[in-house]
């Protein structure tokens, strides 16, 4: 059954911003050839009407002091999104600051059937460790394996694991979850030790590999749905094979 409501949620951890960083740009035109039709022209006011950003690119080819200012579509019934942010190094893998860039769009079947396209083109463009894409009502179970209780550790549901907080992982490689589009760059399915070709023959039947040697992962034909056992299973079957996600090994 193709989802209709709620939003998919995108989001991919790459090195920190440097000088002359070309890759905000990169990263909006990445997105725009992945999804027909969307031009992410506009941004949003604090009183949530639409400006136009009639010298878009010329603006996010300059410096971005760190991060990506909001864009969107401008299409309030069909709302498309894309912003990032620079997160520091005290609260990230390793010490060390990344570029964060989040993503939304509808799940109608276009943006169900663009989402391996969306999330490859926006992780190979921010030169990404990892990333995922996940529908919001599977991703607001997946935060809570991170979330702390008024008790000490997390306490997540479904049986899904407890995962370290990024700032408490090794090392950037390091996926901090899974979602149901999964993006491991090279180094990452290093890191986890994907692929392996006598465990992974499910995941690889719905997997493809990129330009650079990195891989998407789908974990699910339809989009996560964690009342599905099927679906469930399945989240559950990939915490098993990869122990390194969150920092558990």
Same mark, same amino acid.
């Given at each position: 059954?193709?989802?209709? *409501?709620?939003?998919?949620? $995108?989001?991919?951890? +790459?090195? %920190?911003? #440097?000088?002359?960083?070309?890759?905000? &740009?990169?990263? /909006?035109?990445?997105?725009?050839?992945?999804?027909?039709?969307?031009?992410?022209?506009?941004?949003?006011?604090?009183?949530?009407?639409?400006?136009?950003?009639?010298?878009?690119?010329?603006?996010?080819?300059?410096?971005?002091?760190?991060?990506?200012?909001?864009?969107?579509?401008?299409?309030?019934?069909?709302?498309?999104?894309?912003?990032?942010? *620079?997160?520091?190094?005290? $609260?990230?893998?390793? +010490?060390? %600051?990344? #570029?964060?860039?989040?993503?939304?769009? &509808?799940?109608? /079947?276009?943006?169900?059937?663009?989402?391996?396209?969306?999330?490859?083109?926006?992780?190979?463009?921010?030169?990404?460790?990892?990333?995922?894409?996940?529908?919001?009502?599977?991703?607001?179970?997946?935060?809570?394996?991170?979330?702390?209780?008024?008790?000490?550790?997390?306490?997540?549901?479904?049986?899904?694991?407890?995962?370290?907080?990024? *700032?408490?992982?090794?090392?950037?490689?390091?996926?901090?979850?899974?979602?149901?589009?999964?993006?491991?760059?090279?180094?990452?399915?290093?890191?986890?030790?994907?692929?392996?070709?006598?465990?992974?023959?499910?995941?690889?039947?719905?997997?493809?590999?990129?330009?650079?040697?990195?891989?998407?992962?789908?974990?699910?034909?339809?989009?996560?749905?964690?009342?599905?056992?099927?679906?469930?299973?399945?989240?559950?079957?990939?915490?098993?094979?990869?122990?390194?996600?969150?920092?558990?090994?």
């Amino acid at each position: 059954m193709v989802a209709t *409501e709620g939003s998919l949620l $995108l989001i991919v951890y +790459g090195p %920190a911003f #440097l000088d002359d960083d070309k890759r905000p &740009l990169a990263v /909006a035109h990445a997105m725009e050839r992945a999804l027909p039709g969307l031009r992410l022209g506009w941004t949003i006011s604090d009183e949530g009407g639409f400006i136009p950003l009639p010298r878009r690119d010329a603006g996010l080819a300059r410096n971005m002091d760190g991060g990506l200012p909001l864009l969107c579509n401008g299409d309030e019934s069909h709302l498309v999104t894309l912003t990032g942010w *620079e997160s520091p190094a005290g $609260l990230s893998p390793g +010490g060390r %600051a990344q #570029l964060e860039i989040h993503a939304k769009w &509808l799940p109608d /079947a276009a943006g169900i059937a663009a989402g391996m396209d969306v999330l490859e083109g926006v992780a190979e463009g921010v030169r990404a460790f990892w990333g995922h894409v996940t529908p919001d009502g599977a991703a607001l179970d997946i935060a809570l394996q991170t979330s702390p209780t008024l008790d000490g550790p997390p306490c997540p549901p479904r049986g899904l694991p407890s995962l370290k907080l990024p *700032e408490d992982i090794r090392s950037p490689e390091i996926p901090h979850r899974l979602g149901w589009l999964n993006y491991w760059s090279a180094a990452a399915a290093r890191a986890i030790g994907f692929p392996d070709p006598t465990r992974d023959a499910e995941l690889l039947s719905r997997s493809r590999r990129t330009a650079t040697g990195g891989w998407v992962v789908r974990l699910t034909d339809a989009p996560l749905d964690l009342d599905n056992p099927a679906h469930l299973d399945a989240l559950l079957r990939a915490y098993e094979r990869f122990p390194e996600i969150g920092g558990r090994r």
